[in-house]
Structure formats: C-alpha cells, structure tokens
Nanobody, 124 residues
Framework: QVYLVESGGGAVQPGGSLILSCTTS????????VGWFRQAPGEEREGVAA????????YYAHSLKGRFTLSRDSAKNTLYLQMNALRAEDSAMYYC?????????????????WGQGTQVTVSS
C-alpha cells in the first residue's frame, strides 16, 4: 500500500502563488510517477502535471505550463507543485496520485493510489 498526503492549499487572491506538497510513503508503486490532478465542482478530474521524486522528468498540461512548476525533494519523497499567477479558474481540489498502470500521465483512471486532496481557492 502506498500513501500520499497533500498539503499547502488555501485561499489566495488572483495573481498570487501557492506551493502544494505531495509526500509519499509505503514504497514506490509502478514506475514511481506521481501525478497532480485537480477537480472543480461539476467538472472531471484534470491532469495538471506529473513527475518523479527521484528524477527530473516532468510532464505538464499544455495550458498550465509556464505558470505551474514541479520540484522535488528526494530525501523527503516529496513532489512540489509551485503555482504562480493564479486565476479564479484554478480553484479546485488538488490531488496527487501514483501507481499508474499504463496510458498517459494525465489519465486519472490509470492511477491506483490517491491522496485526500487539498483545496485551492482563488478569489478576490
């Protein structure tokens, strides 16, 4: 069993920044890829970015690249999501996941293990 814990969410004004953290424990699932997803009320879960705690390989949703950046702390098994220039449409519950069975990094249904999520609200 792999466990993931997200933190760092909160309320921020438009144009602000947040850093989300995803810490894994219990081992490495599949190839170790950790994906960040978000889901707003009434919307499907959307792939934001993905990376590894032990590698510099990263993937980003095309529409978010340039505002969102991944970084890692391998010693802490933690993947960070730096979010800049936040907009109201970035408001959502943000989740991290691992244990991808196959498919593409942005396909939520391919991931086996999920964290509980952290809420991001962008509002003036």
């Amino acid at each position: 069993q792999v466990y993931l814990v997200e933190s760092g969410g909160g309320a921020v004004q438009p144009g602000g920044s947040l850093i989300l953290s995803c810490t894994t424990s219990g081992g490495t699932a599949s190839d170790g890829l950790v994906g960040w997803f978000r889901q707003a009320p009434g919307e499907e879960r959307e792939g934001v970015a993905a990376g590894y705690t032990t590698s510099s390989v990263t993937y980003y949703a095309h529409s978010l690249k340039g505002r969102f950046t991944l970084s890692r702390d391998s010693a802490k098994n933690t993947l960070y999501l730096q979010m800049n220039a936040l907009r109201a449409e970035d408001s959502a519950m943000y989740y991290c996941a691992t244990g991808k069975r196959g498919g593409n990094w942005y396909e939520a249904n391919q991931y086996q293990y999920w964290g509980q999520g952290t809420q991001v609200t962008v509002s003036s």
